[in-house]
Nanobody, 114 residues
Framework: QVQLVESGGGLVQPGGSLRLSCTAS???????MNWYRQAPGKQRELVAT???????NYADSVKGRFTISRDNAKNTVYLEMNSLKFEDTAVYYC?????????WGQGTQVTVSS
């Protein structure tokens, strides 16, 4: 059973920074690793993706502010979030897909508030 464990959320002022981490358990080969977020009353949205080789993609709303990275040896993906805005407030989830099955982390709350 694959488990994804996230950490790093919290309360931050506008303009601040946070770093999220997510580690997948087990000796598994993971190609794509993703970060999603879901704000209250909104659908879950894809924030950033990274391939095993390090190619990345970002939602337009976070380009230039967020950076996704990974450590393949540790099966860990990171999300560095800078210049945070009120609208970045959400529960952030990491996600992988193995053999067609999606796996999700438990979610970590990020709140941007003054």
């Amino acid at each position: 059973q694959v488990q994804l464990v996230e950490s790093g959320g919290g309360l931050v002022q506008p303009g601040g920074s946070l770093r999220l981490s997510c580690t997948a358990s087990g000796s598994i080969f993971i190609n794509l690793m993703n970060w999603y977020r879901q704000a209250p009353g909104k659908q879950r949205e894809l924030v950033a993706t990274i391939t095993r080789g390090g190619s990345t993609n970002y939602a337009d709303s976070v380009k230039g502010r967020f950076t996704i990275s990974r450590d393949n040896a540790k099966n860990t993906v990171y999300l560095e979030m800078n210049s945070l805005k009120f609208e970045d407030t959400a529960v952030y989830y990491c996600n992988i897909i193995l053999f067609g099955t999606p796996y999700w982390g438990q979610g970590t709350q990020v709140t941007v508030s003054s």
